[in-house]
C-alpha cells in the first residue's frame, strides 16, 4: 500500500479529497455521536473552574494586567479545555483503532500519510472550535466577556486545536494501551495546559521558569488566546503565532513519518 501511495499511481489524482472529507466526516462524526460528553461537559467543566477560582480566590486577588481576576483566567480556562479536548479526539481515535484491532480500516484504504493526518487534524479542529463557541457563548451571557479581537482570538482557538491535534496523533501512535495514553495526558499535556499561564500572569515567575515558559508552546496559545478575548497580553502575539504555526508543521512533519512508516501501527 505505501509504494501504491509513493508511486503516485492512485487513479483519483494527486489528492485523494473523497477519502480525506471521508476521514474528516468520520473523525467529526465521532465526537458529535456523543456531544454530552464531548462538547457540554467540557463545557460544565469550564465553567466549574471559574466558579471555584472566582469563589476562593477572585475578591483576594485583585486586578491582573488591568483587568480583574475572573476576567484574566476565563480565556485561559477556555484555551486549556480546546487544547485538551483536541488532543483527546486525535489520541483516543487512534489508540481505540489500535486496541480494537481495526485500525487496518484507516489504513487500507487509498490515503497518503499527510491524507491521513488532515483527516485527523479536521476532526480535532472541528471539536476545538465548537468547544470554544460553546464556551465563549456561556462567557458572554454570564460574565459579559466578547472577543476583543474575534479574528485573533479564533485564529489561536484553530491553532491550539491544529498543535494539540497533531500532538494527540504521535501519542496515539506511540501508545500500545489506555494506561500509556493516560500517562502522557497526566504527564504531559495537564503540566503544560496548567503552567502556561491559565490562571497566572507570567510576569510573576522568577528568572528561570519565566525563561522555561517562553520556550512553551503553549503558553503562546494562552497568551494569545486572552489577547484575542480580552485584549491584554504577556508577549508579542505575532510572534506567538509563529512560534505556534511553525511548532504545529513540526509536530505535524512527525505525525506524518509515523504514519508513512507505520510505526506502531502495522503488525
Do not use: C
Not at 510572534?239 to 513519518?257: H, R
Request: aromatic residues 10%.
Amino acid at each position: 500500500m505505501q509504494e501504491f501511495h509513493e508511486m503516485g499511481s492512485r487513479r483519483f489524482g494527486r489528492v485523494n479529497w473523497l477519502g480525506l472529507a471521508t476521514l474528516a466526516k468520520r473523525e467529526t462524526q465521532r465526537f458529535l455521536a456523543v456531544w454530552t460528553q464531548t462538547l457540554m461537559a467540557p463545557l460544565a467543566t469550564a465553567g466549574l473552574f471559574l466558579v471555584i477560582f472566582s469563589i476562593a480566590i477572585g475578591e483576594r486577588r485583585g486586578d491582573v494586567m488591568g483587568v480583574d481576576f475572573t476576567t484574566f483566567i476565563a480565556p485561559g480556562i477556555l484555551m486549556m479545555t480546546v487544547i485538551q479536548n483536541s488532543f483527546a479526539n486525535t489520541s483516543s481515535s487512534i489508540v481505540i483503532s489500535k486496541v480494537q484491532g481495526n485500525i487496518v480500516d484507516t489504513l487500507m484504504p487509498p490515503l497518503s500519510p499527510a491524507e491521513l493526518v488532515l483527516g485527523y487534524l479536521a476532526g480535532a479542529i472541528a471539536r476545538g472550535v465548537l468547544v470554544a463557541l460553546a464556551i465563549a457563548v456561556g462567557l458572554a451571557l454570564f460574565l459579559g466577556i466578547v472577543p476583543a479581537h474575534p479574528l485573533i482570538w479564533l485564529g489561536f482557538v484553530t491553532l491550539g486545536a491544529a498543535f494539540l491535534g497533531a500532538l494527540g496523533m504521535v501519542a496515539g501512535i506511540f501508545a500500545q494501551k489506555f494506561d500509556q495514553m493516560a500517562a502522557i495526558t497526566n504527564f504531559i499535556v495537564t503540566p503544560l495546559a496548567f503552567l502556561s499561564g491559565t490562571f497566572y500572569s507570567v510576569e510573576a515567575l522568577p528568572g528561570a521558569l519565566y525563561t522555561i515558559s517562553h520556550v512553551n508552546p503553549v503558553f503562546y496559545l494562552m497568551d494569545g488566546g486572552r489577547y484575542g478575548m480580552i485584549g491584554v497580553s504577556d508577549s508579542s502575539v505575532s510572534l506567538g503565532a509563529a512560534i505556534v504555526l511553525a511548532s504545529t508543521l513540526a509536530v505535524s512533519l512527525l505525525a506524518w513519518a509515523l504514519f508513512r512508516k507505520g510505526y506502531r501501527l502495522k503488525a
